[in-house]
């Protein structure tokens, strides 16, 4: 059965995620979604709950959620806002960071062996992923017509 390229790009992303999740599970003892969260406070530095929450596409509350678990666990430094509000300023503790740089280098070698593997060069898959993502953050390059 022939498939579409809507649907490829659905799948194999959902199968990396999967893969991803399963990996950082077994060698990092953290699911891949917790992963996600601290590497975009790590990208984005000392974030709020809402940056974080619009970066992983989720509610405010569900932010809020993972920022409790992942501060119980060590992993991220929550305080509040020097501004005032109800606003939450988070940064990776020493331990955060140490997971991240970690599960990073696993996951950049896993899929580096994918790609070798199924004879894609490496190099031309990042500089596409890198062209796609560029074209999708200018306004003429958001897939709504």
Avoid: C, W
């Amino acid at each position: 059965m022939e498939r579409n390229l809507a649907l490829n790009l659905h799948v194999l992303t959902a199968r990396l995620d999967r893969a991803a999740d399963q990996i950082l599970r077994a060698e990092h003892n953290v699911s891949y979604s917790r992963f996600l969260a601290l590497t975009l406070v790590g990208e984005l530095g000392a974030s709020t709950q809402r940056a974080l929450a619009d970066g992983l596409g989720v509610t405010e509350p569900s932010a809020s959620r993972t920022t409790g678990v992942l501060a119980a666990a060590g992993l991220l430094d929550v305080q509040s806002d020097p501004a005032g509000g109800h606003r939450r300023r988070l940064s990776l503790t020493t331990k955060g960071k140490q997971l991240v740089a970690a599960g990073q280098k696993t996951l950049d070698g896993r899929l580096a062996a994918l790609l070798a593997h199924s004879g894609v060069p490496y190099a031309e898959y990042v500089e596409q992923t890198e062209r796609l993502l560029a074209a999708l953050d200018r306004p003429e390059g958001k897939i709504t017509k």
